[in-house]
C-alpha cells in the first residue's frame, strides 16, 4: 500500500522563525510531489510542487526533494500568523495513476 | 488562473435522497478530474478519477453505484451521490488538471460539505 506519512502536530513556531515541515512516502516510484495549505473547514491550496531532486525556492516558501531518501519537506521561512493551517503533503506515483496520495497533514502554529 | 468552482458549497438532504455536485474549471480545459472525500480531521481520500468522455475510475472501496461521476465536457464534472445516508455525510472536494499543465498539478475547488439527516 502506497503510504505518505507526516507528523500531524501541532508544530508551533514562533512569528519570524523558520517553520520546517517534512513528509516520506513509501512508493519509490514516485514522480511529483506537492505541498498544499488547508486552512479549517476550506479545501487544499496548492503551494508548491517539486519534481527534480533538490532545493525549488517560491517567495517564503522552499520544498526539499531527497529521492533516494523518499523524503520530501517544505521550509516557510519569516513565519507569519496567517501561516498557521494544516500542510498536506501529496504524492503522484507516476505509472499512469493521476491521482493523489495525501498524508494525514502537520498542524502548524505560528505564535505571535 | 486555474480557478475550480463546485456547487452547492453546503447541502443538508433526508436519508435516501440523491444529491448532485458539480465540479467546474473556470479558466482552464481539465482533461481529468479528481473527487476526493474528507472526514472531520482526516486526510483526503481519492475517491475516483473523472475522464472527460469516458468512464471514471473508482478507488477500491467506492461504490460506483452509489457514487455516480459524469464528466461530460473539459470544464464540468458532476458527482451524484444517490441514496445518501448519514454515513455519506462528508466534504466533498473536486479537483482538476490543468490540460497540458505539467507532472499533474491539481488544483482543488472549494469542496461541498454534505449532511444526510
Known amino acids: 500500500q502506497k503510504e505518505v506519512e507526516q507528523n500531524s502536530g501541532p508544530l508551533s513556531v514562533p512569528e519570524g522563525a523558520i517553520a520546517s515541515l517534512n513528509c516520506t512516502y513509501s512508493d519509490r516510484g514516485s514522480q511529483s510531489f506537492f505541498w498544499y495549505r488547508q486552512y479549517s473547514g476550506k479545501s487544499p491550496e496548492l503551494i508548491m510542487s517539486i519534481y527534480s531532486n533538490g532545493d525549488k525556492e517560491d517567495g517564503r516558501f522552499t520544498a526539499q526533494l531527497n529521492k533516494a531518501s523518499q523524503y520530501v519537506s517544505l521550509l516557510i521561512r519569516d513565519s507569519q500568523p496567517s501561516d498557521s493551517a494544516t500542510y498536506l503533503c501529496?504524492?503522484?506515483?507516476?505509472?499512469?495513476?493521476?491521482?493523489?496520495?495525501f498524508g494525514k497533514g502537520t498542524h502548524l502554529i505560528i505564535q505571535p | 488562473g486555474a480557478v475550480v468552482s463546485q456547487h452547492p458549497s453546503w447541502v443538508i438532504c433526508k436519508s435516501g435522497t440523491s444529491v448532485k455536485i458539480e465540479c467546474r474549471s473556470l479558466?482552464?480545459?481539465?482533461?481529468?478530474m479528481f473527487w476526493y472525500r474528507q472526514f472531520p480531521k482526516q486526510s483526503l481520500m481519492l475517491m475516483a478519477t473523472s475522464n472527460e468522455g469516458s468512464k471514471a475510475t473508482y478507488e477500491q472501496g467506492v461504490e460506483k453505484d452509489k457514487f455516480l461521476i459524469n464528466h461530460a465536457s473539459l470544464t464540468l464534472s458532476t458527482l451524484t451521490v444517490t441514496s445518501a445516508h448519514p454515513e455519506d455525510s462528508s466534504f466533498y472536494i473536486c479537483?482538476?488538471?490543468?490540460?497540458?499543465?505539467?507532472?499533474?498539478?491539481?488544483?482543488f475547488g472549494p469542496g461541498t460539505r454534505l449532511t444526510v439527516l
Open positions: 501529496a504524492v503522484n506515483p507516476g505509472g499512469g495513476a493521476d491521482g493523489l496520495t
Open positions: 479558466d482552464f480545459q481539465a482533461t481529468t
Open positions: 479537483s482538476a488538471r490543468r490540460a497540458g499543465g505539467p507532472y499533474n498539478e491539481q488544483f
